[in-house]
């Protein structure tokens, strides 16, 4: 496979500091590659620092250590002016709560077309309004929405203004932050199927954090899962079905009920003890399977790639 | 099975600005001894309401019990003085709710707001009361309650403050328990955990449960019987076999069908298009038909009655009338009625 790497997360940290002596290692240490074209989805529990790598790879947050590297180029460097400029166009980001994340005050004109006017995408005014009712008419909604205010949208409908206003400066990659989360079960597949269908016109690459793991299952080409700051297995998502191997990922596949009363009367839980893997080792992400990464030690990973054969 | 709550034709409205909102119009249920009937729905169908009617926890006077009766044992709940609820409510009926951050007392601590009921309903003295408490907090799974009994709400996770939450709605072996979104704030291994304990105390208790949520999942998992409600009205209901497995209301297929699979097809989600009614004012005729791929004339013009499926399902949809054409529901529903995880298991997974 040789695929064309768009963005490349090495060692990434972030700490925060709460009070004088402690810190939270929030992410500490995650790396993965995302290729062009593809949806990286990253799961995980609440707390579990996913959302915080999505935000620390767009310099939401300052890294403290670690590098990302997009198109070959570090995002966390010193740059001026001009060049965030042109990394901001490149890298765009839909939020979570679709009511929290539009301005109150401004119309849906004005909030879509923020991007083009700070890039100067557009020349005059006329170039403008054409410019945002092409992106509404793209993600489903219609031109006469464009003089309302968020308020007057529906939650589906303000997260797909979140997707236009994302869209507006033509970006390659787009980090969706559990996107669908505070949407109806009906209107989460309306938005997914969005996405999906952006990507095929579009060829976007996506990072698509969730906690909704058959969501992601269905969107994503490979899946990472995180556990306490760490990336502890990714693997294309088939395979991380049908094969999971870190006991942290058995557990959380364990733990999703579905849609299926006879195979719910059957389905075992099976409980995660962070105690199995010691407290010293030489943890690390190691290629158990080809394409198959799970984080543990050397002895864990001999056992692990025992048990593939 | 003897009734234990019977809903007859439950209406509830409020009172806006904008006029009255018809937010349950005419709800029909009933429920039995020992048994989980789900309530699933989207938001804004009228499922919350539904339960707070119950409890008689709508924001009177400008949300009130328009008709209908709620017969608890042969006891009618509509026609109670808020004086008479309060005696019922904790000791007959308890409730869990969505959020443990906020439907515990945050300057109390835990051992007393379980306790509380106690005192009040059974008479019990401060004593007793504590030593039930414990009794409570050992049966949710809460280690060391000796120690948790004296704590505040902030020292708990979310998933120990919704155990907390499950042992005060318990306190007194309520016979109903109504569950609002008891899981949809936490995550799912904290779900399954909760969940699990739910089932088991009901099977120590035998108290009836009412389980209301979105999640098709959680449905599966815990429910005897499943209602769909949509725009105020139950559009189908049935044992959780028929819902899942020969669902005959195209919402219920819509339900289904936006939930994706794990086998990894490239099929589209049979996503339910355009978004759910105004119930200011609520749409003549099928309220589903502007979203109903599958529509009929009948639709706009006159609601379709409840028609029998089995003995235990019943359907709200023109389509099941003798005279209608006979429509299978889509491909991608159907692959779904064959069971979600059959599809899992095809590729000769673990799981």
Redesign the interface.
Known sequence: MTREKLLEVKNLQKHFAVGKKNTIKAVDGVSFDIFKGETFGLVG??GCGKSTTGRTIIRLYDATGGEVKFNGEDVHGRKNKSELLKFNRKMQMIFQDPSSSLNPRMTVLDIIAEGLDVHKLVKNEAERKQKVEELLESVGLNKEHATRFPHEF?G??RQRIGIARALAVDPEFIIADEPISAL???????V??LL?KLQKERGLTYLFIA?D???V??ISDRIGVMYMGNLVELAE??EL????IHPYTK???S??????????RA?K?IA?DPTVHGTDGDFELREVVPGHFVRCTAKEFERYQNEQK | MSKLLEVKDLKVSFNTYNGEVHAVRGVTFDLNKGETLAIVG??GSGKSVTSNAIMRLLPEPHGFIKEGQILLEGVDLAKKTSKEMQKIRGKDISMVFQDPMSSLNPTMKIGYQIMEGLMKHQNMSKTEARKTALELLTLVGIPRPDVRINQYPHQFSGGMRQRVVVAIALACNPKILIADEPTTAL???I??QI??LMKSIQQKTDSAIIFIT????????V?DRVAVMYAGKIVEIGT??DI??NPKHPYTW?????????D?SDE??????G?PPNMLTPPVGDAFAPRNHFALEIDTVMEPPMFKVSDTHYAATWLLHPDAPKIEPPAAVKH?MQ????T?TK?????
């Open positions: 529990e609440s529906s589906g409908q109806d079960v009906s209107i989460q597949a309306q997914v199927n999906k906690h793991l058959s969501m299952k269905y998502s088939d079905y049908n094969n999971p557990s959380l596949l733990a999703i009920p579905l849609p299926d009363p006879r195979y719910e389905r839980r995660y | 989207e938001s995550d799912v291994t779900q399954a969940l699990e979105h999640d098709l999942g959680v449905v599966a998992n429910a959780v076999d899942f497995y819509g339900l289904i069908g936006s939930m994706p699979t794990l990894s589209e989600l049979f996503a339910i298009p978004s779904r069971g979600f995880a059959q899992g590729g000769g997974g673990k799981r």
